[in-house]
C-alpha cells in the first residue's frame, strides 16, 4: 500500500462517513499517523445508512474477474482486522449461485481463473446436499464465503482509528464542504459547526446525492460524476422450518444454513443467515433491487412494499422448501447503485468520493482505506473506480 502524503505540517483528513467505507479510511489513513476527523450525521453503522446489522454476505463469486480478485484481496484485509481487533466478523457458510442469468458455468470459470476453491454441481446433486432448497438450472457452490456482521466491522474499525488518533464526532451532519481562501477546505454542520481540513473524503452512502450540491467540486469532475440512484430495498426472515437450524452459531463454527443467489429471468434474490439481527431464526431473503428508487436517504420512510413482500413470498414458496412461508420479521435497507455497477473511488483537487455502489461494498470493508490511501498519494484513480459520466438508460 502507498504512504499518503507527508504530515509534518498536521494535514488533517475529514472524512464524511462512519459507515464501512468511511470508517474504513480512518483506520488506514490515521494508522501512518494522519490526523484524521470522521464526521457521522447519526452514529456509526446507523440504522439510517447502509452499514447496519449483523448479516451481509462475503463471497466470490463475480462474473467479471476484476471484481472476483479484489476478493481475494479483500480477505486478506478482513484476515488483517479480525486479528488486530480480536474480533470474528466474518462467519463461514459457503455460497451458492444458480438460475440461469447467474450462469453458475461463467462464474467457476472467473473463480477458476482467480484461484478460488469451488464446484458445479448438477441440480439434482445440489438438492440431494442441500434439500432444503430446489434448483432449476446447474450450481455453484464455494465454500470460501460467509457472513459479515457489518455493525461490529464497522466499530471495530472506528475503535482502531481512534486508537490510531482519530477523532469521532457523532451528530455532525455535514452540509456543505467549500474551498480556503488559500488551501484546504472548511466543512459546515447543519447547526452552523465548522472544522478545517486539508482533505475530504465523503463516503456519505446514500446521503451522498443530497449532499453532491454542497461539496466544492471542479466543475470539470462535478459534470463527469455517474447517475447515483437510491433505492429503499426490502429484505425479509423467513423462520427455518426444522428446528435443528435456529439458534446462535457455534463459537468458531459455521452458519446451517449456506448463503445463495438466485438469478432468474424473471426473479433475483439473494439470501444469508439472519444472524443477530433477527435473533437467529431464520433466513433473510431479499428481492436484488426490488426496491423503490428515491432521492437520496432523507427520503426513506422505512415502510415495506406489500407487493413486493408478496414476490419475495413466492419465491420462498417456489425455491425454498426449508423455510415457513410467512415472514416473522421484515426490514428495509439501502442501495446507491450507478448505472455500470462499479465502486467510485476518484478525487479531484483535494475531495475524494467514496462510494461501494450497486449493494457490493460489504465484502471489501477493510480494503477501502488502503485504495482510498494509494489515491491519496498517487492522485490517479483506478480505471474502474473513475467517475467517467454514467447515467442510466431512459426508460
Known amino acids: 500500500m502507498a504512504t499518503p502524503a507527508s504530515t509534518s505540517d498536521s494535514t488533517t483528513y475529514a472524512i464524511i462517513g462512519a459507515g464501512l467505507a ?8 490515521a494508522r501512518t499517523g494522519a490526523e484524521v476527523v470522521l464526521l457521522e450525521r447519526d452514529r456509526p453503522a446507523s440504522v439510517l445508512g447502509s452499514s447496519h446489522g449483523s448479516a451481509r454476505i462475503f463471497r466470490y463469486a463475480y462474473p467479471d474477474p476484476f471484481y472476483a480478485d479484489l476478493v481475494v484481496q479483500a480477505r486478506t484485509a478482513w484476515d488483517k482486522l479480525e486479528a488486530e481487533s480480536g474480533r470474528r466478523l466474518i462467519t463461514p457458510s459457503g455460497s451458492l449461485d444458480f ?43 464455494h465454500p470460501g464465503a460467509g457472513v459479515i456482521d457489518a455493525e461490529s466491522t464497522v466499530n471495530a474499525m ?22 480556503g481562501p488559500r488551501a484546504g477546505y472548511t466543512l459546515t454542520s447543519a447547526t452552523g459547526e465548522t472544522i478545517s481540513a486539508a482533505e475530504v473524503m465523503v463516503a456519505a452512502g446514500g446521503w451522498l446525492p443530497r449532499l453532491l450540491g454542497g461539496l466544492d467540486l471542479p466543475a470539470r469532475f462535478a459534470d463527469r460524476l455517474p447517475e447515483f440512484e437510491v433505492k429503499q430495498e426490502n429484505a425479509y426472515h423467513f423462520p427455518y ?32 443467515p439472519g444472524g443477530r439481527d433477527a435473533d437467529f431464526r431464520g433466513q433473510k431473503i431479499a428481492e436484488y433491487n426490488g426496491g423503490k428508487a428515491i432521492d437520496s436517504a432523507a427520503d ?18 417456489e425455491f425454498v422448501p426449508g423455510l415457513e412461508t410467512t415472514p416473522y420479521a421484515e426490514t428495509t435497507c439501502l442501495f446507491t447503485n450507478v448505472p455500470r455497477d462499479d465502486m467510485i473511488i476518484d478525487r479531484a483537487e ?21 485504495l482510498v490511501a494509494d489515491l491519496v498519494a498517487s492522485g490517479v484513480a483506478h480505471e474502474r473506480f473513475r467517475a467517467d459520466h454514467q447515467r442510466f438508460a431512459v426508460a
Open 350 to 370: 483535494g475531495i475524494t468520493i467514496i462510494s461501494p455502489c450497486s449493494g457490493q461494498g460489504a465484502k471489501f470493508a477493510p480494503l477501502f482505506g488502503e
Open 158 to 179: 472506528v475503535e482502531l482509528a481512534c486508537a490510531a488518533g482519530a477523532t469521532l464526532k457523532t451528530d455532525w451532519e455535514v452540509a456543505s464542504v467549500t474551498r
Open 22 to 29: 468511511g470508517a474504513s479510511a480512518a483506520w488506514h489513513l
Open 241 to 272: 422450518a426444522d428446528p435443528a437450524a435456529t439458534g446462535e452459531t457455534p463459537a468458531g463454527g459455521s452458519t446451517s444454513w449456506p448463503t445463495f443467489i438466485y438469478k432468474g429471468e424473471s426473479f433475483q434474490a439473494y439470501s444469508l
Open 300 to 317: 426513506q420512510d422505512r415502510l415495506i412494499d406489500p407487493v413486493n413482500r408478496e414476490r419475495v413470498t413466492g419465491f420462498v414458496r
Open 99 to 141: 438460475g440461469a442469468v447467474r450462469d453458475p458455468h461463467a462464474l467457476a470459470r472467473t473463480l477458476e481463473s482467480v484461484g478460488v476453491e469451488h464446484e458445479l454441481l448438477s441440480a439434482a446433486a445440489a438438492q440431494e446436499r442441500w434439500p432444503m432448497l430446489d434448483f432449476d438450472t446447474d450450481v455453484l457452490w
